[in-house]
């Protein structure tokens, strides 16, 4: 039987070298233009017909728009907008990357720290430059916040750097190890199924398919996690509490 | 160990997952959100429209009510006028019909007692003449005395007067 980590390997498709550095089109890459596929697809090919009383799939469309358009709302405000495209596709990466691991003998390139450690440092310096942008070295504020006793500062601020350096940290881990261990955990309750044979494997088969449910929950949730914190910086960034 | 911490595999992941990233932004961004936003601002627009509409023709419509009573009141205020002339009219006209119809009659009773009086006065005067007549004959019948024919005339006369 197969490693359970095994679905996790980086196979090269086709070998591409740039500048003596391997970026090999792999499994990886490969879903990751599936994705940008189904997500183009979903968006553009369901809007199609740009019904004033939407259909099936400009409903979902739209849902997933205004999803977005919400979160954006409820935690950043009117200026959060601006950066409507980017939280976005950030959320449609992540969803849709989530959602095709789920497919038998799919790649989830959310599962590779690698994957999710960018995301996340993007967002990261994304906020801190727009931090810093819009407010100037006020942004450091942040770190001390108002109302709060001068004596406590010595504890506070080295606290609150810590929080806000572990931003990426939290971000990109979360998702890469909620999407690893709930594939490995699917893995080895299909390995048990096998192994116990047709008599008794049918209470792992159970157990695999009430997580394989779970696990469709979790791929949804952790999109929406990694979005709303996402949007939460921001606000940080954009309104300072 | 898990293949996620193998270092030889970030370099194709990270080259991947910009090219990608970037062209689903691209996509996201100039494509599909435009379009969505376009179709759900399109629809408020119609919706707001709509709106707008429904209270314009309510005020319209209120307007119209208005009016309306307005018109009601006024006629029914003229119905009456009119019901008001027309009865004072009938009022005086048969006011001065009941007077001519009361003078009229009131002068054929008058004409009426004349001709009844003349009429008595008459029969009267022949009553007198015969009763004269009868006492003369009975007087020469049963007497045999001749008087003088204008002895019973006085004498029915004053009988007459004396009963009638």
């Not at chain 1, 699917?186 to 209470?203: M, P, T």
Request: glycine share 6%; with cysteine.
């Amino acid at each position: 039987m197969a490693s359970p980590v095994h679905q996790f390997e980086i196979q090269p498709l086709i070998p591409v070298s740039v500048g003596g550095v391997d970026v090999s089109f792999s499994n990886s890459a490969l879903f990751m233009v599936i994705a940008v596929g189904v997500s183009y697809g979903f968006l553009v090919w369901g809007m199609r017909e740009r019904s004033l009383v939407p259909g099936r799939w400009q409903s979902m469309a739209e849902l997933t728009y205004e999803f977005v358009a919400n979160m954006i709302r409820d935690n950043v405000g009117k200026e959060g907008f601006r950066y409507f495209p980017f939280i976005f596709t950030l959320f449609m990466f992540v969803l849709v990357g989530n959602v095709l691991g789920m497919l038998p003998y799919s790649f989830t390139y959310t599962s590779h720290i690698a994957v999710t450690g960018a995301l996340a440092l993007v967002v990261f310096a994304g906020v801190t430059l727009i931090g810093f942008a819009r407010h100037g070295l006020h942004f450091l504020r942040l770190f001390f916040p108002h109302g709060a006793p001068l004596a406590t500062a010595p504890i506070l601020i080295p606290i609150e750097i810590i929080s806000y350096l572990s931003r990426p940290f939290s971000l990109s881990v979360r998702l890469f190890a909620n999407m690893t261990v709930g594939h490995i955990m699917l893995k080895v309750l299909a390995g048990f199924v096998v192994s116990l044979g047709v008599v008794f494997g049918i209470v792992p088969l159970a157990a695999t398919v009430g997580v394989t449910i779970l696990e469709f929950g979790i791929a949804f949730l952790q999109a929406y996690v990694f979005t709303i914190l996402s949007c939460i910086y921001l606000n940080d960034a954009i309104n300072m509490h | 160990m898990l293949p996620q911490f193998n270092p030889a595999f970030f370099a194709t992941q990270l080259f991947w997952l910009a090219m990608c990233f970037g062209v689903l932004y691209f996509l996201m961004a100039r494509i599909a959100v435009p379009r969505i936003a376009e179709v759900l601002s399109e629809r408020q627009r119609r919706i707001d429209d709509d709106l707008e509409r429904a209270s314009q023709l309510k005020t319209q419509t209120e307007s119209a009510i208005q009016a309306y009573e307005r018109a009601l009141a006024k006629a029914r205020a003229e119905a009456h006028a009119v019901l008001q002339r027309s009865q004072d009219e009938i009022d005086h006209l048969v006011q001065t019909r009941n007077r001519e119809v009361a003078e009229r009659l009131a002068g054929e009773v008058r004409a009426g007692e004349q001709r009844i009086a003349a009429a008595k006065e008459v029969a009267l005067s022949e009553v007198k003449g015969i009763a004269a007549e009868v006492a003369e004959t009975a007087v020469v019948r049963l007497a045999g005395l001749a008087l003088d024919p204008s002895r019973y005339r006085e004498v029915v006369a004053a009988v007459v007067k004396e009963h009638v």
